[in-house]
């Protein structure tokens, strides 16, 4: 059983820095296309990032283009969502989800695709 387990959210003044961590366990990550989510109060799920299997392709929601990068260490099962520049707008419920794939070079953007996902974890930019 795959599980993900997010980590690293907080409260973080406008203009600060978070960096997310979703632990894979249950099989190796390099087996995953990984994508980020998040759902604020009382609005739909949607899509902030999503990197390829093999780490070599990436992309981004507009919202988080130029502040939003997602790298990931297949040795450590971990994938990661660096935030920059942190707006009000971007308080959320973060969630990281997995997509078993056999194609390494593709990315996933939508929320269907994913089989697996995690907990959440809350991100509030407030001053």
């Known amino acids: 059983q795959v599980q993900l387990v997010e980590s690293g959210g907080g409260l973080v003044q406008p203009g600060g820095s978070l960096r997310l961590s979703c632990a894979v366990s249950?099989?190796?990550?390099?087996?995953?296309?990984m994508g980020w989510f998040r759902q604020a109060p009382g609005k739909e799920r949607e899509f902030v990032a999503a990197i390829s299997a093999n780490g070599g392709v990436t992309y981004y929601a507009d919202s988080g283009k130029g502040r939003f990068t997602i790298p990931r260490h297949n040795a450590k099962n971990t994938v990661y969502l660096q935030m920059n520049s942190l707006k009000p707008e971007d308080t959320a419920v973060y969630y990281c989800?997995?997509?078993?794939?056999?194609?390494?070079?593709?990315?996933?953007?939508?929320?269907?695709?994913?089989?697996?996902w995690g907990q959440g974890t809350q991100v509030t930019v407030s001053s």
């Open positions: 989800a997995a997509k078993l794939t056999y194609y390494s070079s593709v990315y996933y953007y939508t929320g269907q695709e994913y089989d697996y």
């Open positions: 249950g099989r190796t990550s390099n087996d995953y296309a």
